[in-house]
């Protein structure tokens, strides 16, 4: 009798363990906090955006999907005694995700890691006002598609059967962007960069299809 119960047991423990281990279809939505580095950290001091994911489960441990978002950033280019500067970036990410997902017993808690490459649509604008009448303002835009690559670190947490919580840190590397992109020679200090490189924080909800 026993045997049996434990047999019972064993059997619908592993039931619940591969139901969440079937391949099916993820959307999410999150949001994040991205920190400049390097050069790009220079004019740049933080970021706030969010993203919006479709990811398919191969199997149980690998998992590919897309990614587009959106992240504006905070800037610190002042001007100086002759000019005021405005200076406002955005980046736009269109990724492909690859995810290995480490098993775990009873799939609630699924760390995972991988990698995303893609495009990234950079757009900054910058506005200059003289101090002088006898300077008209001037303003300038850039808006480059670049390729760009990087990492992903996180956990899903279970919230129930079809939602999950995901919690990542990611990071973008990007190269072709101009770096002798400035706007006169007023400015004091680099307002160019030659690549951008971001470390990011985001928090954001899976829905599960299976």
């Avoid at 495009?119 to 300038?140: A, D, L, R, W």
């Avoid at 079809?162 to 020679?185: P, Q």
């Amino acid at each position: 009798m026993k045997k049996g119960y434990y047999l019972l047991l064993w059997t619908g423990m592993q039931g619940q363990y591969y139901r969440n281990n079937d391949s099916g279809f993820l959307l999410g939505v999150n949001a994040g906090y991205t920190y400049p580095l390097g050069d790009f950290g220079k004019i740049n001091k933080n970021g706030l955006g969010g993203n919006l994911s479709a990811k398919y489960l191969i199997n149980r441990v690998i998992g590919i999907g897309l990614e587009a978002g959106y992240h504006s950033f905070k800037t610190d280019i002042a001007g100086n005694d002759n000019v005021s500067q405005d200076y406002k970036c955005q980046l736009i990410p269109f990724v492909i995700e690859a995810t290995f997902y480490i098993p775990t017993w009873d799939r609630t808690l699924l760390p995972y890691c991988g990698l995303h490459f893609g495009g990234y649509m950079t757009h900054i604008k910058i506005n200059q006002t003289y101090h002088f009448p006898e300077n008209s303002p001037v303003s300038k835009k850039l808006n480059l598609f670049s390729p760009g690559v990087g990492p992903d670190i996180g956990i899903l947490i279970e919230l129930s059967e079809y939602v999950k919580l995901d919690l990542k840190v990611k990071g973008d590397y990007i190269l072709n962007i101009k770096d002798e992109y400035k706007i006169d020679d007023y400015n004091q200090g680099n307002i160019g960069f030659n690549k951008i490189m971001n470390l990011g924080l985001s928090i954001g909800l899976l829905y599960t299809f299976q």
